[in-house]
């Protein structure tokens, strides 16, 4: 599980965040708080979250450990709702 001091140093603004099937399914906004990875807001203009613990590798895109359908069917609205 990637840390959140590590994190801070390598998830990025405008990175794209793709899911297990290396589909990309969203793209970083910014980190928030020591755990959860705000993401840039949709078509409908709504923000989402997911929670650091799914990522599992960091290079040009941030990685995470499920399909796009279930991380999208999973991610939250609001940065005090845990995943």
Not at 28 to 34: A, F, Q, R, S, Y
Request: aromatic share 4%; proline share 6%; with cysteine.
């Amino acid at each position: 599980m990637l840390d959140s001091i590590t994190a801070q140093g390598l998830i990025k603004p405008h990175m794209p965040v793709v899911c297990s099937e290396n589909g990309q399914f969203a793209t970083v906004d910014h980190l928030e708080g020591t755990d959860l990875i705000k993401l840039t807001k949709d078509e409908n203009g709504q923000h989402h979250y997911i929670p650091l613990a799914w990522v599992t590798s960091v290079d040009d895109k941030v990685h995470v450990d499920r399909p796009g359908k279930r991380a999208m069917a999973e991610w939250t609205t609001t940065p005090t709702a845990k995943a």
